[in-house]
């Protein structure tokens, strides 16, 4: 694309009256670029693209967008913010991708993973082509790659739309976190359904308040737009049940689904709830009528989970028979409530519960089946919210039997100090501190019997441990696996 044609829509900026140029790719990470890259220099929270400039001009970039005059003998394009700037030219670059196919975010505390798969299920079941951007990894069809962050920079995230589109997707799914929205990270991006979870405590160390991190969530549904369309209507997915909702009803021009258990007044309901080792059987009501459902995955909130993305379905005209033929086929998501077996007389779960909320769900949903003891292996990342440290070892001594407190993530923080924040909210209760992870799970294992549950909590489908400056290979499954083989003998 031509530079002059690119920066058009960045008004006002500093007039570019040289000679056009053809700019072959975007970058914002100056290791990337390459001859006829346009440079786009980032003020982070920790590093700041303008120092990178150098790098990105020697390795051939043929212009640069900056927040300050630079002497470079190619153009430099000033802006009042480069962040900001750098969504709507990804958006010119890629050729406005999210307008091309049909775009579902979903937001919340606690099960954007699970809720964006059960509803890749779906789509798939009614023979759409589909994307996913999440937690776990970028996937375009059936082609898996690697993601950092749950969403996306702009520049990235553009650029993998571009090639969904390139692909034939006809429906992308994505989570959309908190910071993605206060940082501007999915500007650009045209959502046609943005679905709500629930909103508990977490990333205060962020947003600072909960008052702050609530609004951080309502910003996707402000974000779908003020029009309507019979066309392609937009639609907001709200949980009835959580009272957050009620404010993202209000907020948004869009039309509304809610869903629920509790409120008999959500228009997509589940009923009868019955939860067994194997699974979740319950009534489904919709305004198509009500219908039996029995799902393979285990626990009140799988069944939020469930009802959300019934309700996307629905907003995306998907005939209900398909929804539910799709979502009992489901057998779960890696790391969300995922058994470990390996020939052992005790269950063992692994669950990517961090918050304390997500840790109650989980133990609670254990003792729905546990028939003797409950063990929880439990710790607390580190450079994170720090006021969630007790609450978690608190949630974990009520609802266990055995609570073991442990590593989880420290990054840059000292293991034993996380600890210790955790112990700060259970004085006087019984617990025991394992610091090394590896050891804790051992140890559990170790003491189990048959009938009990293990419950591995907190890193979930993460495959790696994060010590210092460190990145370590660290698999809750396979240490809960090598663990059992070891019991055995």
Same mark, same amino acid.
């Given at each position: 694309?031509?530079?002059?044609?690119?920066?058009? =829509? &960045?008004?006002?900026?500093?007039?570019?009256?040289?000679?056009?140029?053809?700019?072959?790719?975007?970058?914002?990470? /100056?290791?990337?670029?390459?001859?006829?890259?346009?440079?786009?220099?980032?003020?982070?929270?920790?590093?700041? !693209?303008?120092?990178?400039?150098?790098?990105?001009?020697?390795?051939?970039?043929?212009?640069?967008?900056?927040?300050?005059?630079?002497?470079?003998?190619?153009?430099?394009?000033?802006?009042?913010?480069?962040?900001?700037?750098? =969504?709507?030219?990804?958006?010119?670059?890629?050729?406005?991708?999210?307008?091309? &196919?049909?775009?579902?975010?979903?937001?919340?505390?606690?099960?954007?993973?699970?809720?964006?798969?059960?509803?890749?299920?779906?789509?798939?079941?009614?023979?759409?082509?589909?994307?996913?951007?999440?937690?776990?990894?970028?996937?375009?069809?059936?082609?898996?790659? #690697?993601?950092? /962050?749950?969403?996306?920079?702009?520049?990235?995230?553009?650029?993998?739309?571009? #090639?969904?589109?390139?692909?034939?997707?006809?429906?992308?799914?994505?989570?959309?976190?908190?910071?993605?929205?206060? #940082?501007?990270?999915?500007? !650009?991006?045209?959502?046609?359904?943005?679905?709500?979870?629930? +909103?508990?405590?977490?990333?205060?160390?962020?947003?600072?308040?909960?008052?702050?991190?609530?609004?951080?969530?309502?910003? +996707?549904?402000?974000?779908?737009?003020?029009?309507?369309?019979?066309?392609?209507?937009?639609?907001?997915?709200?949980?009835?049940?959580?009272?957050?909702?009620?404010?993202?009803?209000?907020?948004? %021009?869009?039309?509304?689904?809610?869903?629920?258990?509790?409120?008999?007044?959500?228009?997509?309901?589940?009923?009868?709830?019955?939860?067994?080792?194997?699974?979740?059987?319950?009534? &489904?009501?919709?305004?198509?009528?009500?219908?039996? @459902?029995?799902?393979?995955?285990?626990?009140?909130?799988?069944?939020?989970?469930?009802?959300?993305?019934?309700?996307?379905?629905?907003?995306?005209?998907?005939?209900?028979?398909?929804?539910?033929?799709?979502?009992?086929?489901?057998?779960?998501?890696? !790391?969300?409530?995922?058994? @470990?077996? /390996?020939?052992?007389?005790?269950?063992?779960?692994?669950?990517? =519960?961090?918050?304390?909320?997500?840790?109650?769900?989980?133990?609670?949903?254990?003792?729905?089946? %546990?028939? /003797?003891?409950?063990?929880?292996?439990?710790?607390?990342?580190?450079?994170?919210?720090?006021?969630?440290?007790?609450?978690?070892?608190?949630?974990?001594?009520?609802?266990?039997?055995?609570?073991?407190?442990?590593?989880?993530?420290?990054? =840059?923080?000292?293991?034993?100090?996380? +600890?210790?924040?955790?112990?700060?909210?259970?004085?006087?209760?019984?617990?025991?501190?394992?610091?090394?992870?590896?050891?804790?799970?051992?140890?559990?294992?170790?003491? %189990?019997?048959? !009938?009990?549950?293990?419950?591995?909590?907190?890193?979930?489908?993460?495959?790696?441990?994060?010590?210092?400056?460190?990145?370590?290979?660290?698999?809750?499954?396979?240490?809960?696996?090598?663990?059992?083989?070891?019991?055995?003998?």
């Amino acid at each position: 694309m031509q530079l002059k044609k690119l920066i058009e =829509s &960045l008004q006002p900026y500093t007039v570019y009256d040289g000679e056009d140029i053809e700019i072959v790719s975007i970058e914002n990470d /100056n290791r990337k670029v390459t001859k006829g890259s346009l440079f786009i220099c980032i003020k982070g929270f920790t590093v700041d !693209g303008h120092q990178f400039a150098k790098q990105a001009y020697e390795a051939g970039a043929a212009a640069i967008l900056a927040e300050k005059p630079l002497d470079f003998p190619i153009p430099v394009i000033v802006v009042k913010d480069t962040k900001k700037a750098s =969504s709507i030219l990804a958006d010119a670059f890629y050729e406005h991708p999210t307008k091309k &196919l049909q775009l579902i975010g979903i937001t919340g505390t606690n099960g954007k993973t699970t809720t964006s798969h059960l509803i890749e299920a779906i789509l798939k079941e009614a023979n759409q082509k589909t994307g996913i951007i999440g937690t776990m990894y970028t996937k375009i069809n059936d082609e898996i790659q #690697e993601t950092k /962050n749950t969403t996306p920079e702009p520049v990235t995230l553009q650029k993998i739309f571009y #090639e969904m589109v390139e692909k034939e997707v006809e429906t992308a799914v994505m989570e959309v976190s908190s910071h993605a929205l206060v #940082e501007g990270r999915v500007h !650009g991006c045209d959502y046609d359904v943005a679905v709500f979870t629930n +909103l508990s405590q977490d990333h205060l160390d962020f947003h600072g308040t909960m008052e702050e991190y609530k609004r951080a969530k309502g910003l +996707l549904f402000t974000r779908l737009g003020n029009t309507f369309s019979q066309e392609k209507p937009k639609y907001a997915i709200l949980n009835s049940d959580d009272p957050v909702s009620c404010e993202y009803e209000q907020q948004t %021009a869009a039309l509304v689904l809610t869903y629920g258990i509790d409120n008999e007044e959500a228009d997509i309901r589940a009923k009868n709830i019955q939860i067994h080792a194997l699974g979740t059987t319950f009534e &489904l009501e919709t305004p198509f009528g009500e219908f039996p @459902v029995s799902i393979k995955m285990i626990g009140k909130f799988n069944v939020y989970n469930v009802l959300a993305s019934i309700a996307a379905g629905i907003a995306i005209r998907i005939p209900v028979s398909i929804i539910i033929k799709a979502i009992e086929k489901v057998e779960g998501v890696a !790391g969300r409530f995922e058994a @470990v077996y /390996n020939g052992q007389n005790f269950a063992v779960i692994v669950d990517y =519960s961090h918050t304390p909320d997500s840790l109650e769900n989980a133990l609670k949903t254990v003792k729905e089946f %546990a028939k /003797n003891d409950i063990y929880v292996i439990v710790g607390c990342g580190g450079d994170r919210d720090k006021t969630k440290r007790p609450l978690m070892a608190k949630i974990a001594c009520e609802h266990a039997t055995h609570a073991i407190f442990t590593s989880d993530n420290p990054r =840059s923080e000292d293991p034993a100090q996380i +600890l210790k924040d955790m112990e700060e909210g259970v004085r006087g209760e019984k617990y025991i501190l394992i610091e090394d992870r590896k050891e804790a799970i051992f140890y559990a294992v170790e003491q %189990a019997k048959e !009938g009990d549950v293990i419950l591995i909590a907190g890193k979930g489908h993460e495959t790696y441990q994060l010590i210092g400056s460190k990145v370590l290979d660290f698999d809750d499954r396979l240490v809960a696996k090598e663990a059992i083989e070891e019991q055995k003998k």
